[in-house]
């Protein structure tokens, strides 16, 4: 005789444990992207891994995680502006998104990248957050950083608690914008985790992608803000995500791109003024130019 209680219940306590949490569903530019054909997801291209100067790399498959390419993935360094995607995810974290930002004194105390706000100037956390994102400018960074966590110091522990929250078991970080700090440093394995999980932020993902947009300052002027990532005019697939550039760091770029029902992320650390840019587009082509059955 089938009990009818005890299977009900047993299917009711799966439908409720897939219905909670795990990714929000794809947008629908997600799906235009990537055909219904089958693929294999996660396979590692047959063809060798092009070479590159980066010191380190990691080419991630975003929907399985598999690693389909590492050199120095562990190794620890300064990874400058790309460490801005911890922050935008402590940023989402608060919520609130459009509270209002007060601009103090303290926030204009950086060099170099700037929007140059002013004090007693008025945004939303989410103007500022894609000011963050595209332009990488850093009195945003401080002016988000000083409202979420009180200040600086208070900031830096919201982002050490998201990377263990996170398994970023190599990272530590001191400030909300990248600039060089002694004990601050993360590793591309570390980032590609963050990046996985701020991809599947539709803002995030939809600021990531934006070639250009045009701020609006308290005062009424306008100003062009354009990406700072151009793989983003290069390759009609890649979607973000994030550059940063210091001395200590070198060039760096976390890269994301969908193509023939496949999405990357690839990390480019210590790479140069000359190569970063064509160091990403080579592990781009390698990862998803290929048949959708290899």
Avoid at 182 to 200: C, H
Avoid at 216 to 229: D, H, L
Avoid at 251 to 269: A, D, E, K, M, Y
Wanted: proline share 5%; charged share 20%; hydrophobic share 35%.
């Amino acid at each position: 005789m089938i009990h009818l209680r005890p299977l009900a219940a047993s299917l009711f306590a799966i439908l409720t444990i897939t219905s909670c949490g795990g990714n929000p569903p794809q947008s629908k530019t997600q799906s235009n992207t990537e055909s219904n054909q089958p693929v294999r997801v996660g396979t590692i291209p047959k063809t060798p891994p092009p070479a590159v100067v980066a010191e380190s790399v990691l080419v991630v498959d975003l929907k399985s995680g598999r690693n389909l390419y590492a050199k120095n993935a562990d190794s620890v360094r300064a990874v400058a502006s790309t460490q801005k995607i911890i922050t935008a995810l402590c940023i989402l974290d608060a919520g609130n998104i459009d509270k209002t930002v007060v601009i103090q004194s303290t926030d204009t105390a950086c060099e170099p990248t700037k929007l140059y706000l002013k004090p007693g100037e008025k945004y939303t956390r989410r103007q500022l957050l894609q000011v963050l994102m595209v332009k990488s400018a850093n009195d945003v960074a401080r002016a988000l950083a000083r409202d979420v966590g009180g200040s600086q110091q208070g900031f830096a522990s919201l982002m050490n608690r998201k990377c263990a929250q996170l398994g970023m078991r190599n990272s530590h970080f001191k400030n909300p914008h990248g600039l060089t700090e002694p004990g601050q440093y993360s590793t591309a394995r570390d980032m590609s985790i963050a990046a996985r999980v701020a991809y599947r932020s539709p803002l995030l993902r939809s600021y990531f992608a934006t070639k250009s947009f045009v701020f609006t300052y308290n005062s009424g002027r306008t100003r062009t803000i354009e990406n700072t990532n151009k793989l983003l005019k290069k390759l009609p697939y890649v979607d973000g995500m994030k550059t940063g550039t210091t001395n200590a760091s070198g060039r760096c770029l976390i890269s994301t791109g969908s193509l023939n029902g496949r999405s990357v992320v690839c990390v480019v650390f210590k790479s140069n003024t000359p190569n970063i840019w064509s160091d990403s587009e080579k592990l781009m082509r390698w990862a998803l130019e290929r048949p959708v059955a290899n």
